[in-house]
C-alpha cells in the first residue's frame, strides 16, 4: 500500500506541475496517471487502497465541498435566485431527456436502461467545477453577478438529482413500482441536508466559542463531522432522502454567517489539505476507468454523449433567460456543465453488478464520458475564464 500511494502523489505531482507548465490542467495528468497505474492498465495500485478508494475519493470530495461552504456567503446565493434553482435541475433533466430519446434509437436499449443511463451521464462532477470556482472567486472573475457562486451551487446540487433518480430508475429496473415519492425525495433530501447541515454547523460554532483550541483542531473536527453527516444519509437512506454533500457545504456556510473570521483562517487550512486530496481524488478516478470496456462503442457512443450535451446547454441558457449576465458569461456558465468525471467513476459499474441488460454499454459510456469531457471541460473553464468573465476587483 505504501509503495503505490507513493507512486500516486509523486506520478500524480509530477506530471500534474509537467502539465501546468504545458498550460494544460494538472487534472488531466492526475486522471491519466490512475489510468495507467490502475488495475486496467499496469495494475501497480494496491488491491487495498483500490478496496478504500470510494471513501478516499468522497474524503477529497468532502474537502473541497468544506471550502466551498467556507467561502460562499449565504446571501450571495440568495440574491442570485430563480436562476439558480433552475440551473440545479432543468440542464440535467434535459440531458436525461436527451439519453432517453437517442439512447434505444442508437443501441435499441429499453427507454428504462436508457433513464438509468441518462442519470449516471446528467450529474456534472462538482469535484471538477467547484475548484475553479473557488479559484474564480479568489481572483476576482464574476464576483459582481455571483457567477461562482451559482456555478458552485448548481453542480453540487445536480449530483444529488442525479443520484436519486439513478436509485429510482434502477429500482423500476429491478421490477419495483414507480412511486411519485420518488421524485418528491429530490426536495426533500435538498432540503433536511441543509437543514442538517446547518444544524452540526451552529452546534461547532457553539463549541468553538466555549472551548478554544488551535485552528488545526478545528479542521479536524469539521472534517470528523463532516464524515458523521456524510455516514449519517448512508444510514438514513432507507427510510428517509439526505443529501450528505449539501449538509456538508451547508456547514461551511454556517460557520462563515456565524464565524467570519475563523472561517476565513480555515479556508487556508483546507486549500492547504487539497492539494494532497486532489491528487488522491482524480487519481482515483482515474483508477477506476475500465479502458477495456471502451471496445463495446463507437462512434454512436460520441453521437449520443454529443446529443445530451447539445440539450443541456440548452437547458443552461433557458435557465439564464431574464438574468442580467450577457452573452460571453452565459456562455462560460454552459462551459462548466461540461466536465463529467466522480459521479460516473461512482456509479457507472453499478448496473452491470446489478444485473441490467445493457450494463457493459452504460459502463461504457460512463468511461468514455469522463475521458472526453472532464479534461476538455477543464481546459475550456480555465482558458475561458478570463476572456469571457469580467474581472470585478
Known amino acids: ?17 509537467l502539465f501546468n507548465r504545458l498550460h ?7 486522471i491519466i496517471t490512475g489510468v495507467v497505474l490502475g488495475p486496467y492498465v499496469l495494475n501497480l495500485i494496491s488491491p487495498d487502497i483500490l478496496n478504500i478508494s470510494s471513501d478516499l475519493r468522497e474524503i477529497a470530495l468532502i474537502v473541497i465541498l ?23 435541475f432543468v440542464p440535467a433533466l434535459l440531458e436525461l431527456l436527451a439519453v432517453v430519446f437517442l439512447a434505444p434509437r442508437l443501441f435499441g436499449i429499453s427507454t428504462v436502461e436508457a433513464a438509468i443511463l441518462g442519470t449516471i451521464v ?4 462538482p469535484a471538477v467545477v467547484v475548484p475553479r470556482m473557488l479559484k474564480l472567486m479568489e481572483s476576482g472573475y464574476g464576483r459582481e453577478k455571483r457567477i461562482p457562486h451559482l456555478l458552485m451551487a448548481a453542480s453540487s446540487v445536480n449530483t444529488v438529482v442525479a443520484i ?16 411519485p415519492i420518488s421524485l418528491i425525495n429530490v426536495p426533500i433530501s435538498i432540503v433536511l441536508g441543509i437543514a442538517l447541515g446547518i444544524a452540526c454547523g451552529l452546534l461547532l460554532v457553539w463549541v468553538f466559542k466555549r472551548f478554544h483550541m488551535r485552528d488545526t483542531i478545528k479542521v479536524l473536527t469539521i472534517l470528523s463531522a463532516s464524515f458523521v453527516l456524510v455516514t449519517i444519509e448512508d444510514f438514513v437512506s432507507a427510510w428517509v432522502p439526505v443529501s450528505g454533500i449539501l449538509a456538508v457545504m451547508a456547514l461551511g456556510g454556517t460557520i462563515l454567517k456565524a464565524r467570519e473570521p475563523v472561517a476565513k483562517r480555515l479556508t487556508g487550512k483546507f486549500s492547504k489539505i487539497w492539494v494532497g486530496a486532489e491528487v488522491l481524488l482524480f487519481v482515483l478516478v482515474g483508477a477506476q476507468v475500465d479502458i477495456t470496456a471502451l471496445s463495446n462503442v463507437g462512434l454512436l457512443a460520441v453521437v449520443l454523449l454529443a446529443g445530451a450535451m447539445v440539450l443541456r446547454i440548452a437547458g443552461v ?25 466522480t459521479v460516473q467513476a461512482a456509479i457507472g459499474g453499478v448496473p452491470l453488478a446489478a444485473g441490467v441488460a445493457s450494463g457493459n454499454l452504460i459502463l461504457a459510456v460512463a468511461v468514455l464520458s469522463i475521458i472526453i469531457t472532464a479534461p476538455i471541460g477543464a481546459v475550456a473553464m480555465d482558458i475561458s475564464a478570463e476572456r469571457l468573465l469580467t474581472h470585478d476587483g
Not at 494544460?24 to 492526475?30: F, R, Y
Not at 436519486?164 to 412511486?179: C, D, M, Q, T, V
Not at 438574468?323 to 456543465?337: D, G, M, S, V, W
Request: with cysteine; hydrophobic share 55%; aromatic share 8%.
Open 24 to 30: 494544460i490542467p494538472g487534472l488531466l495528468a492526475m
Open 317 to 341: 441558457y433557458i435557465s439564464l433567460i431574464g438574468t442580467e449576465l450577457n452573452a460571453k458569461e452565459r456562455l462560460y456558465c454552459a462551459i462548466t456543465n461540461l466536465p463529467k468525471a
Open 66 to 88: 468544506l471550502r466551498a461552504g467556507l467561502t460562499m456567503d449565504l446571501k450571495d446565493l440568495k440574491s442570485v435566485g430563480r436562476p439558480a434553482i433552475l440551473m440545479c
Open 164 to 179: 436519486i433518480l439513478f436509485a429510482a430508475f434502477l429500482g423500476i429496473y429491478s421490477g419495483e413500482e414507480f412511486k
Open 1 to 17: 500500500m505504501l509503495f503505490s500511494l507513493a507512486l500516486i502523489l509523486i506520478i500524480g505531482f509530477a506530471l500534474s506541475g
Open 122 to 125: 446528467a450529474a456534472v462532477s
